[in-house]
């Protein structure tokens, strides 16, 4: 399979809260059945990888612990994926989200054990304003030291969960390269070694246009940037937000010409180029199908997809 023709994995967002808050159909995304079916139509669109959300709350303010993260439901999260694996089950399940505790993160893992998992590899430090007069913004602020991220690869393994490397900048592929030299120091001095707690190939998501101070615009220079800079043996998707829909559209379409793979959905961009919303995540994942279809690159079965990503197949 050369580089010119390797198959698009498209990866669907479906929750527009944060990202856009008067969505005309942001309320009705906060129940069980309307977003399972959110995804399910998605995948019969041409998407893989479902990356959820599911259902959460969210810290009010920063916390004791210096961090204002989000708090996944649990029960109703699981009954989620349950829905869309009984209609694709060969389709992937990215539990998103890397905006939560670990201790939650983990007990996500173990109730809907998913194919991937979000992890940040910087910082959150984000700042979702896109109506700063008329809605309050949505805040979400955490650092994640190398022994953090230590912890969350040594629980991935474990459970065989793929990690999906968030990478808001170049900062993470030296938190990539730490974590494949292996050495660590511990807080009371000691230095241990840990080889292979990331397994080859592995899978990152580059952001563009994130609100917040952490943002890495959304340019045709920052998108090479990060394709210069990236690792070996990384694949790349990427996931942009901006408020002009035009901008979101061409990113999206240099990411499609440059390989790499693509995220979409309402937590991304719910508009089309015009402005107007989709009506559903489907029209926006058909919008990225048609791009491909357009320069010749063929959209990647779930075969394709598990293959690439370095996913265990599913008969």
């Known amino acids: 399979m050369t580089s010119s023709t390797t198959p698009l994995i498209i990866t669907v967002t479906c929750d527009p809260r944060l990202q856009d808050p008067l969505n005309p159909r942001c309320e009705e995304l906060t129940t069980i059945d309307p977003i399972a079916k959110e995804y ?3 995948s019969a669109a041409g998407a893989f990888m479902n990356h ?5 709350s969210r810290d009010p303010a920063i916390q004791p612990d210096g961090r204002q993260l989000q708090i996944p439901d649990i029960e109703g999260t699981t009954t989620i994926v349950e829905k869309i694996r009984a209609s694709y089950p060969k389709h992937g399940i990215q539990q998103g989200l890397a905006s939560m505790r670990p201790e939650q993160k983990l007990q996500l893992w173990e109730s809907i054990k998913p194919d991937m998992s979000s992890l940040n590899l910087n910082s959150h430090d984000e700042y979702f304003d896109p109506y700063p007069r008329e809605v309050q913004p949505i805040a979400c602020y955490s650092v994640h030291p190398i022994n953090e991220l230590r912890q969350y690869f040594q629980w991935a393994k474990q459970h065989r969960v793929k990690p999906e490397l968030e990478a808001f900048d170049t900062g993470a592929f030296d938190a990539i390269r730490i974590i494949r030299d292996g050495i660590f120091w511990t807080d009371d ?3 241990e070694e840990e080889k292979d707690l990331l ?3 592995l899978w990152a998501t580059f952001f563009f246009g994130w609100p917040g101070q952490s943002c890495n615009p959304m340019t045709d220079l920052a998108l090479f940037n990060q394709i210069f800079h990236k690792p070996e043996r990384l694949n790349w998707s990427m996931s942009c937000m901006s408020r002009d829909p035009k901008v979101y559209w061409a990113q999206i379409n240099r990411g499609v010409l440059q390989n790499g793979h693509i995220r979409v959905g309402y937590e991304d ?3 089309h180029p015009d402005g107007s919303y989709a009506k559903s995540n489907a029209d926006l994942v058909d919008r ?18 598990r293959e690439i990503i370095g996913l265990r197949r599913v008969s």
């Open 40 to 42: 399910i139509d998605a």
């Open 52 to 56: 959820i959300h599911g259902l959460y």
């Open 189 to 191: 001095g000691k230095m």
């Open 199 to 201: 397994a080859d190939p």
């Open 269 to 271: 961009c719910g508009k």
């Open 288 to 305: 990225v199908v048609q791009m491909a279809k357009l320069v010749g690159r063929p959209i990647a079965t779930p075969e394709e997809a």
